[in-house]
Protein backbone atom coordinates (compact mmCIF):
# COMPACT_ATOMS: atom_id res chain seq x y z
CA UNK A 1 0.00 0.00 0.00
CA UNK A 2 1.34 3.72 -1.14
CA UNK A 3 1.69 6.49 0.86
CA UNK A 4 -1.26 8.07 -1.20
CA UNK A 5 -3.80 4.62 -0.43
CA UNK A 6 -3.00 5.89 3.63
CA UNK A 7 -4.25 8.96 3.02
CA UNK A 8 -8.14 7.38 1.80
CA UNK A 9 -10.39 8.49 4.70
CA UNK A 10 -13.03 6.22 5.61
CA UNK A 11 -15.86 7.09 4.42
CA UNK A 12 -18.09 5.16 7.13
CA UNK A 13 -16.53 7.23 9.55
CA UNK A 14 -16.32 10.40 7.84
CA UNK A 15 -20.21 11.46 7.85
CA UNK A 16 -20.09 14.22 10.38
CA UNK A 17 -22.89 12.59 12.57
CA UNK A 18 -21.24 9.08 12.67
CA UNK A 19 -17.57 10.75 13.62
CA UNK A 20 -19.11 12.99 15.94
CA UNK A 21 -20.47 9.35 17.82
CA UNK A 22 -17.82 7.78 17.43
CA UNK A 23 -15.69 10.55 19.13
CA UNK A 24 -17.72 10.87 21.99
CA UNK A 25 -17.52 7.22 22.88
CA UNK A 26 -13.97 6.86 22.18
CA UNK A 27 -13.33 8.93 25.23
CA UNK A 28 -15.18 6.96 27.48
CA UNK A 29 -16.33 3.53 29.01
CA UNK A 30 -19.38 3.81 27.40
CA UNK A 31 -22.52 5.93 27.73
CA UNK A 32 -26.42 6.14 27.02
CA UNK A 33 -28.36 7.14 24.29
CA UNK A 34 -29.59 10.15 26.03
CA UNK A 35 -26.39 11.08 27.03
CA UNK A 36 -24.93 10.75 23.29
CA UNK A 37 -27.55 12.44 21.59
CA UNK A 38 -26.89 15.52 24.03
CA UNK A 39 -23.29 15.40 23.25
CA UNK A 40 -23.43 14.91 19.55
CA UNK A 41 -27.13 17.11 19.30
CA UNK A 42 -28.62 14.65 16.82
CA UNK A 43 -32.46 14.17 16.88
CA UNK A 44 -33.16 10.41 18.11
CA UNK A 45 -34.44 9.79 14.56
CA UNK A 46 -31.03 10.84 13.56
CA UNK A 47 -28.45 8.90 15.90
CA UNK A 48 -30.49 5.64 15.81
CA UNK A 49 -30.06 5.64 12.23
CA UNK A 50 -26.46 6.13 12.60
CA UNK A 51 -26.19 3.53 15.41
CA UNK A 52 -27.49 1.02 13.34
CA UNK A 53 -25.19 1.70 10.78
CA UNK A 54 -22.48 1.67 13.17
CA UNK A 55 -23.20 -1.63 14.85
CA UNK A 56 -24.05 -3.19 11.25
CA UNK A 57 -20.02 -2.51 10.64
CA UNK A 58 -19.00 -4.01 13.99
CA UNK A 59 -17.80 -0.15 15.33
CA UNK A 60 -20.39 -0.06 18.55
CA UNK A 61 -21.87 -2.72 20.33
CA UNK A 62 -25.43 -1.91 21.62
CA UNK A 63 -27.14 -3.19 24.84
CA UNK A 64 -30.35 -2.63 25.64
CA UNK A 65 -31.71 -3.16 28.83
CA UNK A 66 -34.04 -1.94 31.66
CA UNK A 67 -32.97 0.58 34.38
CA UNK A 68 -35.27 0.94 37.07
CA UNK A 69 -38.74 0.16 35.20
CA UNK A 70 -37.86 2.10 32.07
CA UNK A 71 -35.71 1.15 28.65
CA UNK A 72 -32.37 2.08 28.55
CA UNK A 73 -30.05 1.68 25.48
CA UNK A 74 -26.11 1.60 26.20
CA UNK A 75 -23.66 2.36 24.19
CA UNK A 76 -19.50 1.56 23.48
CA UNK A 77 -16.86 1.22 20.86
CA UNK A 78 -15.51 -2.09 20.13
CA UNK A 79 -12.30 -2.97 19.76
CA UNK A 80 -12.50 -2.53 15.90
CA UNK A 81 -14.15 0.81 16.31
CA UNK A 82 -11.22 2.17 18.71
CA UNK A 83 -8.70 1.81 16.56
CA UNK A 84 -10.86 2.98 13.21
CA UNK A 85 -11.62 6.42 14.48
CA UNK A 86 -7.90 6.54 16.42
CA UNK A 87 -6.65 5.97 12.73
CA UNK A 88 -9.32 8.27 11.38
CA UNK A 89 -8.18 11.08 13.25
CA UNK A 90 -4.76 10.50 12.75
CA UNK A 91 -5.53 10.45 9.05
CA UNK A 92 -7.34 14.07 8.94
CA UNK A 93 -4.06 15.68 10.85
CA UNK A 94 -1.69 14.35 8.39
CA UNK A 95 -4.04 16.08 5.66
CA UNK A 96 -4.40 19.08 7.55
CA UNK A 97 -0.48 18.76 8.23
CA UNK A 98 0.09 18.43 3.91
CA UNK A 99 -2.17 21.38 3.47
CA UNK A 100 -0.55 23.32 5.43
CA UNK A 101 2.76 22.30 4.60
CA UNK A 102 1.64 22.69 0.82
CA UNK A 103 0.35 26.10 1.48
CA UNK A 104 3.79 27.27 2.77
CA UNK A 105 5.13 26.22 -0.36
CA UNK A 106 3.10 28.07 -2.59
CA UNK A 107 3.43 31.34 -0.51
CA UNK A 108 7.29 31.00 -0.45
CA UNK B 1 -16.21 18.95 13.91
CA UNK B 2 -14.17 19.94 17.08
CA UNK B 3 -12.86 16.81 17.85
CA UNK B 4 -11.53 18.18 21.55
CA UNK B 5 -15.10 19.82 22.52
CA UNK B 6 -16.59 16.14 21.48
CA UNK B 7 -13.49 13.89 23.25
CA UNK B 8 -14.09 16.43 26.41
CA UNK B 9 -18.03 16.18 26.58
CA UNK B 10 -17.76 13.08 28.97
CA UNK B 11 -15.73 15.05 31.50
CA UNK B 12 -17.57 18.32 31.21
CA UNK B 13 -20.64 16.54 32.26
CA UNK B 14 -19.39 14.80 34.97
CA UNK B 15 -18.35 17.88 36.72
CA UNK B 16 -20.93 19.85 35.37
CA UNK B 17 -23.48 18.20 37.02
CA UNK B 18 -23.66 20.64 39.84
CA UNK B 19 -26.76 20.35 41.59
CA UNK B 20 -24.85 17.63 43.34
CA UNK B 21 -23.24 20.21 45.42
CA UNK B 22 -25.36 21.88 46.51
CA UNK B 23 -26.52 19.03 49.38
CA UNK B 24 -22.72 18.87 49.83
CA UNK B 25 -22.40 21.84 50.41
CA UNK B 26 -25.52 22.11 53.02
CA UNK B 27 -23.76 19.49 54.70
CA UNK B 28 -20.66 21.18 55.14
CA UNK B 29 -22.59 24.27 56.35
CA UNK B 30 -24.56 22.29 58.74
CA UNK B 31 -21.63 20.17 60.26
CA UNK B 32 -20.05 23.95 60.53
CA UNK B 33 -22.53 25.67 62.82
CA UNK B 34 -23.42 22.08 64.01
CA UNK B 35 -19.50 22.40 65.77
CA UNK B 36 -19.91 25.60 66.67
CA UNK B 37 -23.17 24.75 68.52
CA UNK B 38 -25.09 27.40 66.56
CA UNK B 39 -28.35 27.46 67.73
CA UNK B 40 -30.27 24.56 67.79
CA UNK B 41 -28.04 22.69 65.07
CA UNK B 42 -25.83 22.07 68.02
CA UNK B 43 -28.14 19.12 68.97
CA UNK B 44 -26.76 15.48 68.28
CA UNK B 45 -29.11 14.60 65.91
CA UNK B 46 -29.11 17.31 63.57
CA UNK B 47 -26.14 15.76 61.91
CA UNK B 48 -26.74 12.73 60.99
CA UNK B 49 -30.74 13.30 59.83
CA UNK B 50 -28.79 16.51 57.78
CA UNK B 51 -26.84 12.91 56.21
CA UNK B 52 -29.93 11.65 55.45
CA UNK B 53 -31.78 14.63 54.00
CA UNK B 54 -28.76 14.95 52.00
CA UNK B 55 -28.61 11.66 50.65
CA UNK B 56 -31.96 11.65 49.67
CA UNK B 57 -31.52 14.62 47.06
CA UNK B 58 -28.46 13.84 46.11
CA UNK B 59 -30.27 10.52 44.92
CA UNK B 60 -32.94 12.76 43.41
CA UNK B 61 -30.77 15.20 41.84
CA UNK B 62 -28.51 12.15 40.11
CA UNK B 63 -32.07 10.48 38.90
CA UNK B 64 -33.00 14.03 37.55
CA UNK B 65 -29.76 14.35 35.60
CA UNK B 66 -30.18 10.32 34.39
CA UNK B 67 -33.20 11.19 32.55
CA UNK B 68 -32.69 14.59 31.04
CA UNK B 69 -29.16 14.25 30.53
CA UNK B 70 -28.12 10.72 30.53
CA UNK B 71 -25.64 7.96 31.80
CA UNK B 72 -21.94 8.21 30.68
CA UNK B 73 -18.79 5.82 32.56
CA UNK B 74 -16.00 7.73 32.43
CA UNK B 75 -12.50 6.15 30.86
CA UNK B 76 -10.74 3.91 33.71
CA UNK B 77 -8.04 6.62 33.42
CA UNK B 78 -10.47 10.07 33.86
CA UNK B 79 -11.52 8.00 37.02
CA UNK B 80 -8.45 6.50 38.19
CA UNK B 81 -7.20 10.45 38.29
CA UNK B 82 -10.67 11.30 39.69
CA UNK B 83 -9.93 9.25 42.72
CA UNK B 84 -6.20 10.42 43.08
CA UNK B 85 -7.27 14.12 43.48
CA UNK B 86 -10.01 13.57 45.76
CA UNK B 87 -7.74 11.04 48.12
CA UNK B 88 -5.02 13.98 47.61
CA UNK B 89 -7.63 16.84 48.65
CA UNK B 90 -8.71 15.04 51.82
CA UNK B 91 -5.15 14.61 52.89
CA UNK B 92 -4.67 18.38 52.20
CA UNK B 93 -7.50 19.40 53.96
CA UNK B 94 -7.17 17.41 57.02
CA UNK B 95 -3.35 18.44 57.36
CA UNK B 96 -4.64 22.04 56.80
CA UNK B 97 -6.88 21.49 59.73
CA UNK B 98 -4.28 19.78 61.68
CA UNK B 99 -2.19 22.97 60.97
CA UNK B 100 -4.54 25.10 62.43
CA UNK B 101 -5.74 23.34 65.48
CA UNK B 102 -2.23 23.03 66.38
CA UNK B 103 -0.31 26.72 65.53
CA UNK B 104 -2.72 29.08 66.27
CA UNK B 105 -2.25 30.89 62.89
CA UNK B 106 -3.22 34.81 62.01
CA UNK B 107 -5.11 33.18 58.99
CA UNK B 108 -7.27 30.18 58.16
CA UNK B 109 -5.18 27.71 56.44
CA UNK B 110 -8.53 25.33 56.35
CA UNK B 111 -10.30 27.94 54.28
CA UNK B 112 -6.94 28.58 52.02
CA UNK B 113 -6.71 24.46 51.67
CA UNK B 114 -10.15 24.30 50.43
CA UNK B 115 -9.83 27.30 48.12
CA UNK B 116 -6.62 24.80 46.26
CA UNK B 117 -8.77 21.92 46.74
CA UNK B 118 -11.15 23.26 44.90
CA UNK B 119 -9.28 25.04 42.24
CA UNK B 120 -7.05 21.85 41.37
CA UNK B 121 -10.45 19.47 41.53
CA UNK B 122 -11.86 21.66 38.72
CA UNK B 123 -8.56 22.14 36.92
CA UNK B 124 -8.05 18.12 36.79
CA UNK B 125 -11.19 17.35 35.73
CA UNK B 126 -12.24 19.55 33.25
CA UNK B 127 -10.67 22.81 33.09
CA UNK B 128 -11.52 25.72 34.78
CA UNK B 129 -14.31 27.96 34.15
CA UNK B 130 -14.50 32.05 34.99
CA UNK B 131 -16.85 31.09 38.29
CA UNK B 132 -14.70 28.68 39.80
CA UNK B 133 -11.65 31.08 39.53
CA UNK B 134 -13.85 33.59 41.09
CA UNK B 135 -15.13 31.49 43.59
CA UNK B 136 -11.72 29.76 44.48
CA UNK B 137 -10.12 33.50 44.37
CA UNK B 138 -12.71 34.60 47.31
CA UNK B 139 -12.49 31.26 49.29
CA UNK B 140 -8.58 32.01 48.90
CA UNK B 141 -8.31 35.45 49.99
CA UNK B 142 -10.92 35.29 53.24
CA UNK B 143 -8.63 32.65 54.42
CA UNK B 144 -5.43 34.84 54.85
CA UNK B 145 -7.50 37.53 55.98
CA UNK B 146 -6.71 38.10 59.65
CA UNK B 147 -9.88 37.93 61.39
CA UNK B 148 -10.97 34.50 62.28
CA UNK B 149 -10.44 34.65 66.21
CA UNK B 150 -9.80 31.22 67.55
CA UNK B 151 -9.01 27.48 66.47
CA UNK B 152 -12.42 26.40 66.34
CA UNK B 153 -13.70 29.55 64.26
CA UNK B 154 -11.14 29.47 62.02
CA UNK B 155 -11.59 25.26 61.01
CA UNK B 156 -15.06 25.55 61.33
CA UNK B 157 -15.35 29.31 60.11
CA UNK B 158 -13.55 28.36 56.94
CA UNK B 159 -15.73 24.78 57.00
CA UNK B 160 -18.60 26.85 56.36
CA UNK B 161 -17.32 28.85 53.74
CA UNK B 162 -16.17 26.10 51.79
CA UNK B 163 -19.90 24.87 51.37
CA UNK B 164 -21.01 28.12 50.46
CA UNK B 165 -18.50 28.06 48.14
CA UNK B 166 -18.72 24.54 47.08
CA UNK B 167 -23.01 25.00 46.85
CA UNK B 168 -22.05 28.30 44.57
CA UNK B 169 -20.48 26.75 42.14
CA UNK B 170 -22.46 24.02 41.65
CA UNK B 171 -25.13 26.30 40.48
CA UNK B 172 -22.51 28.14 38.10
CA UNK B 173 -21.92 24.60 36.95
CA UNK B 174 -25.54 23.73 36.23
CA UNK B 175 -26.16 26.55 34.22
CA UNK B 176 -23.25 25.83 32.12
CA UNK B 177 -24.32 22.08 31.77
CA UNK B 178 -27.52 23.87 30.40
CA UNK B 179 -25.79 25.96 28.37
CA UNK B 180 -23.73 22.88 27.12
CA UNK B 181 -25.83 20.21 26.86
CA UNK B 182 -29.28 22.32 26.26
CA UNK B 183 -31.92 22.47 29.05
CA UNK B 184 -33.49 19.56 30.92
CA UNK B 185 -36.80 19.34 29.11
CA UNK B 186 -35.01 20.48 25.66
CA UNK B 187 -34.52 16.62 24.55
CA UNK B 188 -36.13 15.00 21.26
CA UNK B 189 -37.41 11.99 22.44
CA UNK B 190 -39.41 11.09 19.15
Redesign the interface.
Same mark, same amino acid.
Given at each position: MGEDDDLVLDRLIHEPGRLAILTVLSSVQDADFIFLQRATRLTKGNLSSHLSKLEEAGLVTIEKRFVRKKPNTSLALTALGRERIARHWEQLDRLRNITQLSEEFTEE | ?E?RS /??????N @?SYLRGLHSIPIGVLFVLSALGNLRWGPLGRIWVFPAGVALAAVAYLSISRFY??? @? +???????RAQVRAGAAGAAGAVIVAGAVQLDWNFDPPVSLTTIAFALVLLAYYAVGMGLRPHHKVICAVLGVAGVLPFWGNADHRINLGLLLAGVAIAVSGIFDHAALRRE? +?PAGG /??? +?
Open positions: - | MR /LESAAA @YQQN @Y +GRVSPSAF +G /LDR +G
